[in-house]
């Protein structure tokens, strides 16, 4: 377990998620919290006692105007001073028993959401091909506050409302014992309706969140698509598949809230009945002179028993967001509880490397039971630089990702430097790794963010270095703020070419030992493809590069070529001498048809 600067514990949070019980779950999450909790149940006992007090005066100052004989005027006035001074209290318990309340639920909704963060970073590349960013992101953000509107719901209203039970039925227990049979017969009551509406609720609730997030799925995928819909005019097509999932959203919300209107309606129709009939029972035990009660006592019950039907309603009422609220932990679980997790704690910290890979017997299966790769042996050593070609789907992608670690072989082991792969700690060994990938991705920031992203310590001179064998400047000096230029999401206002570069200067700012070039120079022009191909040689020189390209310029220069088909090496060698072959590489070298994407 570590801890980070802001005292956040890793790894205790996470071992309290429990999908399958919810609930306990909750309470796991503020074991911490307990103590300033109970602190602020204390000071709620105090901030509230006006709300049961009232009731206890009212009852008092009708029975003093009512009998004057036995009730002299002063005890009016000390009721009135006793109900100013409850009152005015009730300004600094407040506060206080807000900031207790708030400082415990505001450090769990922070810790929930650094846990998921922090799993995210540890889940396999595996993972997030087959979940959406945008379901993610709604488990991060509204899940995460759902569960904040819960607990508050939990420890805030919860206790208030068995607070105020106790109170009411102590005073009742004093002032008419024989009351206390109407009370009783609440919980069955309650008992009953909740019973009755849990079931379809908790479905509906599910239902709900699941709706919300493939519609938060299918909003993100079409902001990314804005240009490639513009471009083919099938904005139209897109509308309607937003629509589609909007209209889910809507039916699914519409059928919770039909189930929760009628479960208030029936909880609030029931209660308000009894409390009138239990209005109507102290009206006439005073009437008949039965049970020796007062007019004040009639009013005193009756109070208490409005306020006691009200709080059980509230209770009872509560039932839909704790629903809801326990399926955002079931939904957060999804997440916090993924098996499909990169482990590296406790393994070998890579400290450098030389870069010398050997892959034995090396073979991946996806969990449809499809291998993307089969029997692969290699032995790349340091500085070496090796081409993969092939046509589409014949694993060049697979190899990649198990090059860099992100996917673990099925069969076979890849060793770095002599030691197992499996044995590392992947993240120290990626330190060591610069990737130039087929699509570039920028982040909102500014140019200079971009090219310094993952490099920690680079100077201002070797930033202008790389900027310069990367071929920014030739369109650095256009953008209005130079290298402070925010470049927008995914950085909207640069063309492909000078994201790709940007991607190369990042590159080069690493100073990398392994170098992965994923058609590192697809979106350039012949012209700027040339001026790149000396920069990249540069790059190269000395570091073991794994490339992939459909131009022949790209790869011709590799010190081997390593030729894919179906998952497997069916050619190896230089340029000439395949072409010599006349094999699988003469013939996608003659039809310009060795594509870099599985």
């Known amino acids: 377990m570590t801890k980070d600067k802001k005292g956040l514990t890793d790894g205790v949070l996470t071992a309290a998620f429990h999908a399958g019980t919810p609930f306990a779950t909750l309470v796991r999450l503020y074991r911490q919290e307990y103590g300033r909790l109970g602190l602020a149940l204390l000071v709620y006992i105090v901030k509230h006692s006006p709300a049961w007090a009232m009731p206890l005066a009212t009852a008092n100052v009708i029975n003093i105007i009512s009998d004057p004989a036995n009730h002299p005027i002063r005890e009016l006035w000390w009721n009135g001073v006793i109900l100013a001074l409850l009152q005015l209290q009730n300004i600094p318990s407040n506060y206080w028993y807000v900031r207790l309340i708030s400082g415990a639920i505001r450090r769990v909704e922070l810790e929930v959401r650094v846990a998921l963060n922090r799993q995210l970073q540890q889940l396999s590349i595996g993972y997030y091909t087959r979940a959406s960013a945008g379901a993610l992101q709604t488990k991060v953000l509204r899940d995460v506050e759902v569960l904040e509107q819960l607990t508050r719901q939990v420890f805030q209203e919860v206790p208030a409302i068995l607070l105020t039970v106790v109170f009411v039925v102590i005073v009742t227990a004093v002032r008419a014992p024989w009351f206390l049979a109407c009370f009783a017969l609440l919980v069955p009551l309650a008992v009953l309706i909740v019973g009755w509406a849990r079931t379809p609720i908790e479905d509906r609730n599910r239902n709900f969140r699941q709706a919300v997030e493939r519609m938060s799925s299918r909003v993100a995928d079409t902001i990314r698509m804005i240009p490639v819909a513009r471009a083919h005019g099938v904005e139209r097509d897109e509308l309607a598949k937003v629509e589609d999932s909007l209209t889910e959203v809507r039916t699914a919300g519409l059928k919770l809230d039909s189930a929760n209107a009628l479960f208030g309606a029936t909880a609030w129709v029931t209660f308000q009945s009894f409390n009138a009939a239990c209005l109507i029972l102290a009206g006439w035990a005073a009437y008949t002179d039965r049970f020796a009660i007062t007019v004040g006592d009639v009013v005193l019950l009756t109070g208490y028993f409005a306020t006691l039907t009200t709080s059980v309603q509230n209770l009872v009422n509560m039932t839909p967001l704790i629903a809801r609220g326990l399926e955002s932990v079931r939904s957060i679980g999804e997440v916090l509880e993924s098996p499909d997790v990169e482990y590296n704690e406790g393994k070998i910290p890579v400290r450098r490397t030389k870069g010398h890979f050997q892959l034995e017997g090396v073979s991946f299966a996806y969990a449809d039971g499809k291998e993307g790769v089969q029997d692969i042996t290699l032995d790349i ?4 630089s090796l081409a993969l070609v092939g046509p589409s789907g014949a694993g060049k992608s697979t190899l990649l990702n198990l090059l860099i670690g992100f996917i673990r072989p099925t069969r076979g082991r890849i ?8 044995a590392l700690d992947l993240r120290s060994f990626r330190q060591f790794v610069a990737a130039v990938p087929q699509e570039t991705l920028l982040f909102d920031g500014t140019l200079r963010e971009n090219v310094l992203y993952g490099a920690r310590t680079v100077t201002e001179e070797q930033l202008q270095q790389a900027l310069k064998d990367a071929h920014v400047t030739e369109f650095l000096m256009g953008l209005p703020e130079g290298l402070d230029t925010r470049l927008g999401e995914r950085g909207a206002r640069l063309s492909g070419g000078q994201k790709q570069r940007i991607a190369i ?11 992965i070039l994923d058609e590192a120079t697809s979106a350039l022009d012949s012209a700027s493809e040339h001026l790149i191909q000396e920069a990249l040689a540069r790059l190269m020189r000395g570091r073991t590069t794994f490339i992939v390209a ?13 030729v894919m088909k179906d998952g497997c090496i069916v050619e190896t060698g230089q340029h000439d001498a395949l072409l010599s072959q006349q094999g699988v590489y003469a013939q996608l070298a003659g039809t310009q048809h060795v594509l870099a994407s599985d």
């Open 505 to 515: 200067a990042r590159a080069l700012v690493r100073n990398p030992r392994v170098l």
């Open 550 to 562: 459909h131009r022949l310029s790209t790869i011709r220069g590799a010190d081997r070529i390593v």
């Open 415 to 422: 060793l770095l430097d002599g030691q197992d792969m499996t």
């Open 381 to 384: 050593p340091s500085g070496q």
